[in-house]
């Protein structure tokens, strides 16, 4: 059998590792001109020079000391799995902040390829790097790229094909001369970081301890472990304490003893690493010319100031959520769609058709008519919610692609706190707007548990996908002041809740730090490329889950217990001033909420506007979807999930019974 070589890509956020495996692979991942877009491992294969390769890309890693979810994702991989070689890429106009990481990885015992992109953004600044003199500085191999014009990608290639061949043999060590456990120093192999006499002593204590092998399944090198517990990592110390019983108290008294002081170990490390990179980048980066600021730059500074920054916003939320998806997805593209094509010629086609082939009232009602898999599940996947979600990731791929979404994060900073939550969050409380089940998934991303819970709980509550965003707006749209009273309702609960839960959970907000790239134009085939793969994605979930949910429908009438369920929805709906036709739009929603986001369309007509209101703000504060909310068990925790579906229930019961209460008392009858 063929021997595969493993390669696995690491680097900071933002820096075109996704690209790099795109290239090696020819498979596409979310590659976005802001941080954070990776927070899964993606494996894909690539063959060249006669080779197979297995290409890992893994999520932004900033240190071997991890911070948020994605981080430890990454660190996970480098720990528990075999890798031929590494390709660390870095951003060549911020070699003093990536360089660290590339210290790390060596002192950890990794064979490691530097690739250094974005080359021509570093000309524009004005700057030239010696990449020869930087290969020389590192004692590594360094290749030179622009990875999103596959500058650099044939001698990566090559590079990785001699050392594919050279496995096993000399020429191509998978280590320098110098073993991954001696300290400093080049001695003919790559440099690692020298540290002062205190931390050295200290990182011999603990090597000796650590015996003569890592613990079981680490691939990291003792030094690079006894680094890690220095500087107090907790997943380092859960590992030792478990694995090394019979040393940890010995191990334990050497770590406090070394960060007691003015001046801990803990903070001397990264000093030293980050002291040396500096050095390094001063040594191999030189000035050639001027930077001369570009119509982008200083834009693109200009959003990040209020008095510029919000009244783009405002216009983004109008002509990007209101006109394009709003008025136009969810109102011209779903009534030619839905109105035209699907209720005036399809589903009667289908219904006739169905009913001549099949004799079985059983099987009519399972493939046609009101609740069937075709006119119904099919035609809510593919007639409403399509072009809904396509319209929103079209545009959000415009922003992510242009650099605005970290501006926008560094603007909505301020007015997260006191939800708890720093701009970071405003990533994964973006992408819920597409889909809240992937915007979930996200928010590994933030660095503590309790940003991660207060974010997944906003999410849960408040912020609509894409396709219950559009019928909202869509059904709303001819009624302006009824648009006003859903938006003003649902951000009302949204920061009362959030601002609640906030207060309730210890902690406080992380402080907030992002890469701001350049603000660019838009490529039109990374744009393309982007909404297809979502949309794929997308569809790919959607459609089984919309035919499934009729089929579940189908079930619960022939069984019974449809009726039953119904029923109790309904007198719910009842208390809340909704007619009872509104209870099976609830159920709809549980299962998704963009399937129950098409029944509240359906049933818009027939609706006064303060049921409409009523039912918009309900059914936008309702439990999240099934897939959301089983998500939301897998990364949060039972007792975490369970309360934030709690407080959604009741925030969402809660708001219908107020309005409906005030909305006809307040309005009557009167158009909006």
Same mark, same amino acid.
């Given at each position: 059998?063929?021997?595969?070589?493993?390669?696995?890509?690491?680097? =900071?956020?933002?820096?075109?590792?996704?690209?790099?495996?795109?290239?090696?692979?020819?498979?596409?991942?979310?590659?976005?001109?802001?941080?954070?877009?990776?927070?899964?491992?993606?494996?894909?294969?690539?063959?060249?020079?006669?080779?197979?390769?297995?290409?890992?890309?893994?999520?932004?890693?900033?240190?071997?000391?991890?911070?948020?979810?994605?981080?430890?994702?990454?660190?996970?991989?480098?720990?528990?799995?075999?890798?031929?070689?590494?390709?660390?890429?870095?951003?060549?106009?911020?070699?003093?902040?990536?360089?660290?990481?590339?210290?790390?990885? @060596?002192?950890?015992?990794?064979?490691?390829?530097?690739?250094?992109?974005?080359?021509?953004?570093?000309?524009?600044?004005?700057?030239?790097?010696?990449?020869?003199?930087?290969?020389?500085?590192?004692?590594?191999?360094?290749?030179?790229?622009?990875?999103?014009?596959?500058?650099?990608?044939?001698?990566?290639?090559?590079?990785?094909?001699?050392?594919?061949?050279?496995?096993?043999?000399?020429?191509?060590?998978?280590?320098?001369?110098?073993?991954?456990?001696?300290? =400093?120093?080049? @001695?003919?192999?790559? $440099?690692?970081?020298?540290?002062?006499?205190?931390?050295?002593?200290?990182?011999?204590?603990?090597?000796?301890?650590?015996?003569?092998?890592?613990?079981?399944?680490?691939?990291?090198?003792?030094?690079?472990?006894?680094?890690? =517990?220095?500087?107090?990592?907790?997943?380092?110390?859960?590992?030792?304490?478990?694995?090394?019983?019979?040393?940890?108290?010995?191990?334990?008294?050497?770590?406090?003893?070394?960060?007691?002081?003015?001046?801990?170990?803990?903070?001397?490390?990264?000093?030293?690493?980050?002291?040396?990179?500096?050095?390094?980048?001063?040594?191999?980066?030189?000035?050639?010319?001027?930077?001369?600021?570009?119509?982008?730059?200083?834009?693109?500074?200009?959003?990040?100031?209020?008095?510029?920054?919000?009244?783009?916003?405002a216009g983004v939320v109008y002509f990007g959520l209101y006109r394009f998806v709003g008025r136009f997805g969810a109102g011209t593209l779903v009534d030619a769609l839905d109105r035209v094509l699907f209720l005036g010629l399809v589903n009667p086609w289908l219904d006739r058709t169905v009913d001549r082939l099949f004799a079985s009232e059983v099987w009519r009602e399972l493939l046609a008519h009101e609740y069937g898999v075709l006119t119904l599940g099919l035609r809510y996947a593919v007639a409403i919610v399509l072009?809904?979600?396509?319209?929103?990731?079209?545009?959000?791929?415009?922003?992510?692609?242009?650099?605005?979404?970290?501006?926008?994060?560094?603007?909505?900073?301020?007015?997260?706190?006191?939800?708890?939550?720093?701009?970071?969050?405003?990533?994964? $409380?973006?992408?819920?707007?597409?889909?809240?089940?992937?915007?979930?998934?996200?928010?590994?991303?933030?660095?503590?548990?309790?940003?991660?819970?207060?974010?997944?709980?906003?999410?849960?509550?408040?912020?609509?996908?894409?396709?219950?965003?559009?019928?909202?707006?869509?059904?709303?749209?001819?009624?302006?002041?009824?648009?006003?009273?859903?938006?003003?309702?649902?951000?009302?609960?949204?920061?009362?809740?959030?601002?609640?839960?906030?207060? *309730?959970?210890?902690?406080?907000?992380?402080?907030?730090?992002?890469?701001?790239?350049?603000?660019?134009?838009?490529?039109?085939?990374?744009?393309?490329?982007?909404?297809?793969?979502?949309?794929?994605?997308?569809?790919?979930?959607?459609?089984?889950?919309?035919?499934?949910?009729?089929?579940?429908?189908?079930?619960?009438?022939?069984?019974?217990?449809?009726?039953?369920?119904?029923?109790?929805?309904?007198?719910? =709906?009842?208390?809340?001033?909704?007619?009872?036709?509104?209870?099976?739009?609830?159920?709809?929603?549980?299962?998704?909420?963009?399937?129950?986001?098409?029944? *509240?369309?359906? *049933?818009?007509?027939?609706?006064?506007?303060?049921?409409?209101?009523?039912?918009?703000?309900?059914?936008?504060?309702?439990?999240?979807?099934?897939?959301?909310?089983?998500?939301?068990?897998?990364?949060?925790?039972?007792?975490?999930?369970?309360?934030?579906?709690?407080?959604? *229930?009741?925030?969402?019961?809660?708001?219908?019974?107020?309005?409906?209460?005030?909305?006809?008392?307040?309005?009557?009858?009167?158009?909006?």
């Amino acid at each position: 059998m063929e021997r595969r070589f493993k390669v696995a890509i690491v680097g =900071c956020p933002n820096v075109g590792k996704s690209v790099l495996f795109g290239h090696l692979t020819g498979r596409y991942t979310a590659v976005s001109n802001y941080p954070g877009t990776t927070v899964e491992i993606a494996r894909g294969t690539g063959r060249w020079d006669g080779l197979t390769f297995e290409v890992v890309d893994t999520p932004g890693l900033y240190s071997l000391s991890c911070v948020t979810e994605e981080e430890k994702a990454a660190r996970a991989l480098l720990m528990s799995e075999p890798v031929d070689w590494l390709v660390h890429v870095v951003d060549g106009k911020n070699l003093d902040r990536m360089l660290p990481l590339t210290f790390q990885l @060596v002192e950890a015992g990794f064979p490691v390829l530097v690739v250094v992109n974005m080359l021509d953004e570093v000309q524009a600044a004005g700057l030239e790097v010696d990449l020869g003199a930087l290969s020389e500085c590192l004692g590594l191999p360094v290749v030179g790229a622009v990875l999103t014009r596959g500058v650099g990608v044939p001698e990566i290639k090559a590079f990785l094909g001699r050392a594919a061949r050279s496995v096993g043999r000399p020429g191509l060590p998978r280590r320098g001369p110098a073993g991954p456990e001696q300290p =400093c120093g080049r @001695v003919g192999g790559p $440099l690692r970081p020298a540290y002062d006499r205190r931390t050295e002593r200290a990182v011999a204590v603990l090597t000796t301890l650590l015996g003569a092998h890592a613990p079981h399944g680490r691939r990291l090198s003792r030094r690079a472990l006894a680094l890690l =517990c220095l500087q107090e990592d907790p997943d380092t110390l859960d590992i030792l304490r478990s694995e090394r019983l019979d040393r940890w108290p010995e191990m334990a008294r050497v770590v406090r003893e070394s960060n007691r002081g003015p001046h801990p170990v803990r903070h001397r490390i990264p000093l030293a690493l980050h002291h040396l990179a500096r050095e390094m980048a001063s040594a191999c980066v030189r000035r050639v010319s001027d930077p001369r600021p570009t119509a982008g730059q200083v834009l693109g500074d200009l959003l990040m100031r209020p008095v510029v920054g919000l009244p783009v916003l405002a216009g983004v939320v109008y002509f990007g959520l209101y006109r394009f998806v709003g008025r136009f997805g969810a109102g011209t593209l779903v009534d030619a769609l839905d109105r035209v094509l699907f209720l005036g010629l399809v589903n009667p086609w289908l219904d006739r058709t169905v009913d001549r082939l099949f004799a079985s009232e059983v099987w009519r009602e399972l493939l046609a008519h009101e609740y069937g898999v075709l006119t119904l599940g099919l035609r809510y996947a593919v007639a409403i919610v399509l072009p809904i979600v396509g319209t929103f990731f079209l545009m959000f791929s415009l922003l992510e692609d242009s650099g605005y979404l970290p501006r926008l994060a560094l603007l909505a900073d301020r007015v997260l706190k006191p939800l708890g939550l720093s701009g970071r969050a405003l990533i994964p $409380l973006t992408l819920g707007l597409g889909c809240g089940t992937m915007a979930t998934l996200v928010t590994r991303t933030l660095e503590t548990r309790r940003e991660r819970v207060l974010a997944t709980f906003v999410l849960a509550l408040g912020v609509p996908c894409s396709a219950q965003l559009g019928v909202m707006m869509g059904v709303l749209s001819g009624r302006p002041g009824a648009l006003g009273v859903w938006a003003l309702c649902v951000a009302g609960a949204l920061v009362a809740a959030g601002s609640a839960a906030a207060g *309730l959970l210890p902690g406080r907000a992380a402080p907030f730090f992002t890469e701001v790239p350049p603000l660019r134009l838009p490529h039109p085939r990374n744009v393309w490329r982007k909404t297809a793969a979502r949309m794929a994605w997308y569809f790919r979930e959607v459609l089984p889950v919309f035919l499934a949910a009729s089929v579940l429908i189908w079930l619960g009438r022939m069984a019974g217990f449809l009726p039953v369920v119904l029923a109790g929805l309904a007198a719910v =709906c009842v208390r809340l001033g909704l007619p009872k036709e509104t209870a099976v739009v609830y159920l709809f929603g549980f299962l998704r909420r963009d399937y129950g986001a098409a029944g *509240l369309y359906d *049933l818009a007509p027939a609706l006064s506007t303060p049921s409409l209101v009523v039912a918009s703000v309900t059914l936008t504060l309702f439990v999240p979807c099934l897939a959301q909310t089983v998500l939301m068990y897998r990364e949060r925790g039972p007792v975490a999930a369970t309360a934030i579906l709690a407080a959604a *229930l009741g925030a969402a019961l809660g708001s219908g019974y107020v309005l409906g209460r005030i909305l006809p008392l307040v309005w009557g009858g009167a158009p909006w």
